[in-house]
């Protein structure tokens, strides 16, 4: 089997999945790629599960997310598909920190 059909979930302030979703398809495989703003990181929920509805083999999650959202939407999405995310090795822990430092909410 061969994926045809998956979704990358970011998270930046001000993005909201009405305006900053996007759709590329080849005819082979599809991509929808969707926005949601960093202090809204629970709307990913909802989306994984239409997502999940409409056909997604799997979600890419940003980093932003963390792995407690990679818990958080296999559980809303019953498990059904594989759901992984982007991640930054530890030498560019503080490099992140700095260009993100008031963009993300506390304790990220």
Known sequence: MMVENWAFIYCSP???????TTVVDNGRCKITMVGVDVFDRDAA???AKQLVAEGCQMIELCGGFGPLYIAKIKEATDY???????MYGPEDRQAMIDITRGQLPEND
């Not at 059904?80 to 982007?86: D, F, N």
């Open 45 to 47: 929920l909802d989306i």
């Open 14 to 20: 001000g993005f909201n999945p009405k305006d900053h």
């Open 80 to 86: 059904a598909i594989p759901v992984g995310s982007t």
